[in-house]
């Protein structure tokens, strides 16, 4: 990926926690940020913070 592209962070992702909006797995998104060389990635699930804990641990793994 161009490093200008790696500069680009997602702001708006929801996850599996937002019912019926989203169904991406946090730890599938990290992943595949890190494998993309994404320095950053924002989640913004609806009324909820339960993928939190798992978005920090998923992204201390990750890098």
């Not at 909006?21 to 730890?27: E, F, H, I, L, N």
Request: proline share 2%; with cysteine.
């Amino acid at each position: 990926m161009p490093e200008k592209d790696r500069e680009f962070v997602h702001l708006h992702v929801h996850t599996d926690h937002s019912l019926l909006d989203g169904c991406s797995r946090v730890d599938r998104l990290c992943q595949r940020a890190s494998e993309l060389g994404m320095k950053a990635l924002s989640i913004t699930d609806h009324g909820v913070l339960y993928g939190l804990t798992s978005f920090f641990k998923q992204a201390e793994k990750h890098g």
